[in-house]
């Protein structure tokens, strides 16, 4: 059967105020075209009516509507689609959420509506399909429905099931979802056709859908070159063909595996960020250009001065790298000299982890590193005080390395030291150990006349 609203008899409904007004009742055949449901078309309170927002509001389809209907009214022959609530007097607005909006914004009071009791995801989905809808449903609002789904239901089949779509579409758009950073998806949205531009009026705009997505190469890219990728194609007005589109994905997925050959064979991780910084600017078309910038920056790393604590600095470099350790560490004498000019020399200070258990210890967790950080043939040389020389030398042997000689250093001339009742002191030792069995490159004395630098 059918009603006349007091609309369709010409009253103006703009500023209706009071009950719900006359109802229709008709059957109409159900989403699947087999059975039939119940539909009611009332005249309903615009505050009895809540939003059912599965999409965004877009501002330039609310901006069309109101000069619509603040010029010749709202349209009778457009009702709002709503589903009851528990609640009897409110109702889920299904179809007609930006309609909903400017009713609101002009205090239009009452409004023709079309009462349906169905899954409001189903129906809602279903009007936004109509041809004649002012804003069709786009690739980001089926992500909203199927994001908001996913909250609800425990698996794909079930989400699939609720819009009429098969498990695999929605399988597509959850990975697309997944893949895909939100920052590249939002700016994406931005320039979305039928969206309102927020860049300025002369935005680009393009039909982003979820296969182009999936078939144009960002799923292999990490978020930062998606978002390049994105802002490149926007700046260049959305004109790039698929073809574009993938060898641009193509390029950075070729930056990504430089990057990973330059992070693994430079000796020199400070160079990484500046190697980056050439990959990044497409310096390198192939591999072997960038092979060769790393040996380039490899020779130079050969003669590199590291300054740091050795304990720390140590575990910077590769095990197995170093051919020759020299090292003067301090001797455990808790040594202050009382001639300096300057009280604040730092002989008088005295030196850092000089007092015995400190320098035994230093020298200890250095050698636990130089195990593993030394050739197998390497040399060491350690410069030792008289008065701790068997306990560096035990240090030396307990890591592995096998004590070859004790070397004297005649410096030319004697320290101060005890004026009274000690020789004046003009040597220091030196412990030469050696792992494996390489051999001196030319055999000297054991005592090295080289005269101290003041």
Known sequence: MSTQTKAEAG?????????????GVVEAASANGHTSTQVEYRLLPVSALEPFAIRDIRPAVCERLRE????????????ITVVPTAFGDRYLV??????????????????????????PYALAIRCNEDEETYAPMDLFDWLD????LRDEEPTQARIAERIGWSREQVRDYVRLSERVGAEVLDLAKRHQEGRAPMDGANAPAFNFTEGWFRTSGLYDLPAK???RLMEAFIADKCRWTKDK?????AKYRRWMEFAKIAEAELVNSDDLEGVIQLIESDAFQTEAQLRRKIADLNNEAQNRLYCGDAVHVLEELPDGCIDIVITDPPYGID?????SQYSDHITRQGIANDELHDA???FDAVCARLARKTKPDAHMYVFVGWQTEPQFRAIVEKHGFTVRNILIWDKGNHGAGDLRYAWANRYEMIIFATKGTRPLNKRMDDIIPVPKIP
């Open 11 to 23: 009253h103006d409904p703009r500023h209706q105020v009071g009950g719900q007004g006359p109802a």
């Open 360 to 362: 035994l210890a230093t």
């Open 245 to 249: 589109v993938q060898k641009e994905a």
């Open 145 to 148: 429905v199927i994001r908001r």
């Open 225 to 227: 070159y998606q978002l």
């Open 94 to 119: 299904a179809d007609g959420n930006h309609r909903l909006v400017v009713l609101k914004e002009l205090g239009i009071d009452v409004v023709p509506c079309v009462v349906r009791r169905e899954d």
């Open 335 to 339: 040594y202050h000299s009382n001639r």
């Open 68 to 79: 619509r209907i603040a010029e010749g009214g709202y349209n009778p022959a457009r009702p």
